[in-house]
């Protein structure tokens, strides 16, 4: 058994993609002969003040130097230069996606951490990215060769396939949104695409953590209640994985109006449903969602988000079309056991060139 520090910043309890992500792959590594052991970081990061650098460097120290670490990206990408330098052991970078691409930073704070992940990623002695784009990102952004990258796409758990009806008055068209209230998840973007579609039957639920960006989830709540659709629209914060498969399974078309993602797996849920999907080309998003399967349009642009609606809430044909096609790729999407398979095998290579 090779033992492994996987390390990752915060509550890895938090329903989050990449803690999900982080919780699923820790577990099943074992399966594969590698021990995964948490090691926990402060949870400042990644904007860590000086004391919280420190502790970290306290942390890593303590770890045997043979033993190869995993770093969550959240962590690793806000590493100070001489901190990722000064790391004994081999390094695994998880890149779930880039900082410097998170939505709502200044000009400066994009240039600071582009800086900090490309002086990082250059000590890792592999990198690992949940999705094909995001390779490439790495590669073109940072510089690292991508014969050093692996994709390791998340897993999705099959679902129970959600029926198509016809929607009426009395029983409303059931949107279904899923994520954090964060900015770049835009759902600002969604209130306002659906404001003019009132002459249409449908409802919005929105399923996502309301806690980590209070200023975003005020400014949400305050734009529903100012909106003419506002009482067809409810937020029902972080839920269970019981109580989110339910939705899924009951619910007649899935959106996504996300900036950016660096894979996206709501989607993938949703595709594991067979639900009609509208979607943005966020990042990853455009890849992850089958042409067929979703109708797309471009990151912010409200009319077109608005008129993908329009297509999909009153066409029971169009969303019958996009269902077959949802479910068929649903049912080839990876497993957590085949995500944790291939970051096993790194963790193997990574290990026999300690030797």
């Given at each position: ?328 790729a649903g049912q080839r999407l990876p497993q957590w056991r085949d995500t944790a398979r291939r970051i096993a095998d790194v963790v193997e290579r990574v290990a026999r060139e300690e030797q």
């Amino acid at each position: 058994m090779i033992e492994l520090g996987f390390v990752i910043p915060g509550d890895i309890m938090l329903r989050t993609g990449g803690y999900i992500y982080d919780r699923h792959v820790m577990t099943t590594l074992p399966n594969f002969g590698i021990a995964a052991r948490h090691v926990a970081l402060p949870g400042s990061f990644p904007f860590p003040p000086e004391a919280d650098l420190a502790e970290t460097a306290r942390i890593l120290a303590r770890i045997d130097a043979d033993t190869p670490l995993l770093i969550d990206g959240l962590a690793f990408g806000a590493f100070p230069a001489a901190l990722a330098a000064g790391i004994q052991q081999p390094i695994i970078a998880l890149v779930h996606h880039p900082l410097f691409l998170e939505t709502g930073l200044e000009a400066a704070q994009q240039r600071h951490f582009h800086a900090l992940e490309k002086a990082a990623l250059a000590h890792a002695r592999a990198v690992i990215t949940t999705s094909a784009t995001t390779a490439r990102t790495v590669t073109e952004e940072f510089g690292i060769p991508a014969n050093r990258i692996t994709v390791a796409e998340p897993g999705t758990e099959r679902g129970e396939r959600a029926l198509p009806r016809v929607a009426t008055p009395d029983k409303p068209l059931q949107l279904l949104a899923v994520g954090s209230i964060v900015p770049r998840k835009a759902y600002r973007n969604l209130i306002a695409a659906l404001d003019g579609l009132a002459d249409l039957p449908w409802t919005l639920t929105i399923a996502g953590d309301d806690t980590r960006h209070p200023d975003e989830t005020t400014a949400l709540k305050a734009q529903i209640a100012a909106s003419p659709a506002g009482a067809r629209i409810r937020l029902l914060g972080a839920l269970s994985n019981a109580a989110l498969a339910e939705l899924y399974a009951t619910s007649d078309a899935f959106v996504m109006s996300s900036l950016y993602e660096g894979y996206g797996m709501v989607l993938g849920e949703a595709l594991a449903h067979g639900l009609p999907i509208v979607a943005t080309r966020a990042g990853a998003a455009a890849e992850t969602v089958p042409d067929g399967a979703a109708l797309k349009v471009e990151p912010g642009d409200v009319t077109a988000l608005n008129a993908a609606l329009r297509r999909v809430i009153a066409d029971a044909d169009l969303r019958r079309q996009l269902a077959d096609q949802s479910w068929s790729a649903g049912q080839r999407l990876p497993q957590w056991r085949d995500t944790a398979r291939r970051i096993a095998d790194v963790v193997e290579r990574v290990a026999r060139e300690e030797q």
